[in-house]
């Protein structure tokens, strides 16, 4: 090669040198040890020209101390210094933005030139790197947003390599497993020992499967951290494969579910505890004797309890969605859409009674309480049979009709007989004083003249014509006091009393009676009766007595309804075999010789006390005294039947004392 041609190649080698790095966009320079410009492209010139105007060339210094700030040229002069020492090293260096320039970076290399094993010059190499730096800028925050992406939505992410099992975590998967990235043993089996053992074999299984499968994979199970909480969990995976479709790496994520999972726990528990009170509802529904049922607005069935075969006779399947008004006997269908209605408005009627046709064609009475609910537009209703009570009120109704029929014809009947008593007694009266007046005269005529016989026969005759004469007018004592209660007023028994011991005065007086009265109360009744009523039982106690003087004790006590009375004396008594007999008409226990009397009194007495709506009775045993009790209603109505009383403000005194 010959020298020209040498020159000329190293001409030509350097012009395509320079024209090659002129082509790039990056500075290049080289500087001498004194720091002075040795080369440098295009790029260089102009670069340096935009920031200082000067165009600078080989030989030129490049600290400018007059262009230049200090700490600027203090950079360049440590780092040409650092390059000539030897060092080859890289620098970035940030500009931050200002006014219309934005921010930007730049990476600088120097490389020391030797020379026969010495630094001759630095090479130097200046790159724009502000995309780059924005891209890592931005790689950083996608990241970051990542990660918070991860920890708002309890996600973590991870990644196995499938060659070695090792396991990487992100931070939100330390968060989810509540561990240290150093208490990690970053592997597989490292990260089953955190799940639960009973899901373990599972998870693992999955796991293993997944390698084999195309798609992408999740389990749900429950991890076990360190504090031995329990957490849930939901990892959702794919497998990565190579070109020849070997699986390399699995990528995934853990989602904490715990929070989801509680709250399924919850409804879950809420389900069973609705159900199960469901359930309890149906077996109470059904197990109830009454029909329990849910019609909806339209009328139809939407739920019927099993009682409905035994009232209705049909099963509840044959009546769900079945018109209920459908099943009611047609006699009583108006009032039943009636009743309706008013639930409807929520009237909520109870005791509402229809009849039903039941399924082999009887009819069921029965008794409502229905409820309407706006909301749900639904009738619930308990439907009752009464059939029973139905036939017992219509055969209460006849007996009581019946009943009514024949106190009426009692009344009658012993009006009736009344009348001939007053009839009879009154009558007989007459030709009965003739009878004794004849006999009288009889007696006066033939004084003397008839022997100790016909004298007897006369005496018998006319003995017997007086007790003829009391017997009638007991008759016709009884037979005056009307079976109907008449003159009904307010009496006050005290007073009654003590008319009645003043007509009784001679009797007390001669007998010594002694007797007690406590304060009486007032009554509802006629006067003259109640005054007949003391003075038999007053009388009865004084005369049946035998060597004790009477003492007699009159006290009263008081019910809701009624007053009730004892008169009680020491005297002879009476055998409980005749405390029946002894109020009836006529009927004694004793001769006359003993106790005088015709046996009409207690008849009285109780006459009277029935009068006034009460009854009488006796107490006693023979040779122990006797207590004669009766009793008054505080409610009397007249006999005839009315509602009104007969003495209005004592009844409501009553009244009010009914609980
Ligand atoms: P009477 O006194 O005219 O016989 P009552 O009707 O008053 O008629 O009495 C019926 C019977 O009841 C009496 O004959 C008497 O045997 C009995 N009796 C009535 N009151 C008493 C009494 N306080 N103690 C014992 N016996 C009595």
Known sequence: MSGNTLQDNRVALKANYEALINSLDDLIWSVSNDLRLITANTAFI???????????????????????????????????????????????????????????????????????????????????????KFKEELLIKSEARLAEAQAVAKVGSWETDLSNYNVIWSAETYRIFEVDPGQFKSSHPGFLEFVHPDDRAQVDKAFKDSLESAFDNSIEHRIILQSGNI???????????????????????????????????????????????????????????????????????????????????????????????????????????????????????????????????SLVHI????????????????????????????????????????????????????????????????????????????????????????????????????????????????????????NHTVIDLTGVIKKTLVTLKSVIDESQAKINVSFLPKVCGNESQLLQLFQNLISNAIKYRDDLAPEIEITYSETQGEWQFCIQDNGIGIDAKYYDKIFIIFQRLHNKKDYTGTGIGLAICKKIAELHGGRIWVESSKGNGSKFYFTISKLQTPAAGGAEMLCPALAENAINQLP
């Open 46 to 132: 102009e670069g340096i020209k935009a920031l200082t105007g000067i165009t600078v060339k080989p030989g030129d210094n490049l600290l400018m101390r007059d262009i230049f700030q200090e700490d600027y040229l203090l950079f360049w002069e440590d780092a040409y210094h650092k390059a000539l020492k030897g060092d080859s090293f890289k620098k970035e260096i940030y500009t931050p933005a200002k006014s219309v320039r934005p921010k930007s970076w730049v990476e600088t290399s120097f490389n020391p030139i030797y020379e026969d094993g010495k630094i001759i010059a630095i090479a130097c190499y200046l790159r724009d790197i502000t995309e780059k």
């Open 231 to 361: 957490k849930s969990v939901e990892e959702r995976w794919r497998i990565i494969r190579d070109d020849q479709k070997n699986p390399v790496r699995a990528i995934g994520t853990c989602q904490d579910i715990t929070e989801r999972k509680n709250a399924e726990e919850k409804i879950k528990m809420s389900a069973d505890a609705l159900l199960n009170t469901l359930n309890d509802l149906n077996k109470i529904m059904d197990s109830s004797l009454d029909v329990i049922c849910v019609v909806d607005v339209n009328g139809y069935f939407k739920k019927v309890s099993a009682a409905c075969e035994v009232v209705f006779g049909y099963k509840a399947e044959e009546l769900i969605g079945k018109l209920i008004f459908d099943f009611v006997y047609p006699e009583d269908r108006d009032k039943t859409m009636h009743s309706a209605e008013r639930v409807m408005i929520g009237d909520n009627t109870p005791n509402f009674t229809n009849r039903y046709v039941r399924k082999d064609g």
């Open 367 to 486: 008794e409502w309480s229905a409820r309407w609910d706006a909301e749900d537009k639904m009738r619930y209703g308990i439907a009752r049979d009464v059939t029973y009570r139905k036939l017992a009120e219509t055969q209460l109704t006849e007996l009581h009709e019946s009943i009514r029929r024949q106190s009426v014809k009692l009344l009658e009947s012993n009006e009736e007989l009344e009348r001939f008593a007053y009839v009879a007694s009154h009558d007989l009266q007459e030709p009965l004083r003739m009878v004794t007046s004849f006999l009288q005269l009889l007696q006066k005529k033939y004084d003397g003249q008839l022997d100790d016989t016909a004298q007897k026969y006369i005496n018998f005759a006319v003995d017997g014509a007086d007790r003829m004469k009391i017997l009638i007018l007991d008759l016709l004592e009884f037979s005056r006091i009307s079976s109907l209660a008449v």
